[in-house]
């Protein structure tokens, strides 16, 4: 079978036992042609996603050490344009216009076990100008769609994401509840574009939502989208490092200030009954006031992590609390499906109004996304013209 070879950006192991972060190479990439159930693509826009940073820092994983790869090129977040498809690919046709959807290894009722463009061997992400995907891969955008490529490209991953979790959240927190709950729902949101969407999304589901953070470009954003903006400054101090907390007496006394604000906040707002659904992307930092800021039968949710993977719980103090925690990773497809038909109906999508990074300055948007410089939740990169 010949190979395919386009230019890409790549990474590639370290051989150190303490590997520094690892450095993108433009340069030619190969691969074997599709196969009967494959697609070959080019991408279109990109969206940078947290997964792909982590790939740089070599944090969790060293992806290319765990694929058993030299090299590897990243990135699950975009919208392609099909070039060709195999011979038992049946709902694809070369021009149509498809989101990524970033499954890369399903188990048998379709639940992701390795994410394409990141863990899942042999997989090609979207920073190259070629790649192929399976068929399952790919979602096609509506046609005659109201809403730009750009706006698709951003939703492929992180609205995805979101629609599954808020799926098993909601669902878990009215289990909960039977009809028993009066009121409306509040849900809050550490994180950035993942939570933005299941914010808004819960909006749509009659739930009152209030979403975190310290930009101010985000916070009037976060408002024009009528979610509660709740401006991290006021607490900027509520990042929990447990060796530190026990051994400093100074950063504890800091931290339980920092700590008292949130939960007065998160009182006046909620009308001193607490969250009903809390989604946290960012991890151990916020977990306990997270949990403390949590309404009895409430439901504390996420589908990744940002700053902290390792949380520990009391038992005894969630069960009598009647907390659920629910975890979730991406989506099976037809829950991408789902995504894409509700997202064109309703207008559920990103803003579609940020800066695009043109294709030699992905570096720049990796040093910008990785340095906090960026003030968009969905910073989108140009691969190849329309």
């Known amino acids: 079978m010949p190979n395919i070879t386009t230019e890409a950006w790549v990474i590639y192991a370290s051989r150190e036992s303490s590997p520094p972060p690892a450095e993108l190479y433009k340069e030619e990439f190969s691969f074997p042609d599709i196969d009967e159930h494959e697609v070959l693509a080019e991408p279109i826009y990109g969206c940078w996603e947290a997964n792909m940073s982590h790939a740089l820092d070599r944090r969790p994983i060293d992806i290319c050490r765990y694929r058993k790869e030299e090299k590897a090129v990243i990135g699950n ?3 392609v344009r099909v070039l060709k498809t195999g011979s038992n690919v049946a709902n694809l ?6 989101i990524v959807f970033c499954n890369g290894i399903w188990d048998g009722y379709g639940f992701p076990e390795r994410i394409l463009g990141y863990d899942a061997p042999q997989t ?7 790649m192929k995907l399976h068929e399952k891969q790919l979602i096609k955008v509506p046609e005659g769609s109201a809403y730009s490529l750009q706006q698709w490209a951003a939703f492929s991953l992180r609205y995805i994401t979101a629609w599954a979790n808020w799926q098993r959240a909601y669902g878990c927190w009215k289990a909960l509840w039977a009809q028993d709950f009066i009121g409306v729902p509040q849900v809050w949101g550490w994180g950035g574009g993942v939570s933005l969407a299941e914010l808004s999304l819960a909006t749509m589901f009659g739930c009152k939502a209030a979403l975190i953070s310290s930009s101010d470009e985000r916070l009037s954003l976060i408002e024009r989208m009528g979610i509660t903006a709740i401006d991290r400054r006021q607490f900027s101090n509520l990042y929990m490092e447990e060796e530190k907390y026990d051994s400093d007496a100074t950063y504890r006394k800091t931290y339980q200030e920092a700590e008292e604000i949130f939960l007065k906040i998160v009182e006046e707002q909620t009308d001193q009954k607490g969250v009903s659904i809390f989604v946290d992307f960012i991890g151990s930092p916020v ?31 969630e069960c009598m609390k009647w907390h659920v925690h629910v975890h979730t990773h991406y989506a099976q497809y037809k829950q991408g499906v789902e995504a894409v038909n509700f997202a064109e109906a309703s207008g559920w999508l990103p803003p579609g109004d940020d800066e695009v990074y043109d294709w030699d300055d992905i570096p720049t948007l990796a040093h910008d996304y990785r340095n906090g410089k960026l003030t968009t939740y969905f910073p989108i990169f140009r691969v190849n013209s329309l």
């Open 287 to 317: 977990f306990r006031a997270t949990l403390k800021a949590l309404s009895r039968q409430g439901v504390i949710t996420t589908a990744g992590w940002k700053e902290g993977m390792i949380t520990s719980t009391l038992r005894a103090v």
């Open 93 to 98: 046709k070369t021009g149509d216009l498809c």
């Open 124 to 130: 090609i992400g979207v920073l190259a100008k070629r």
């Open 77 to 79: 977040a975009g919208v």
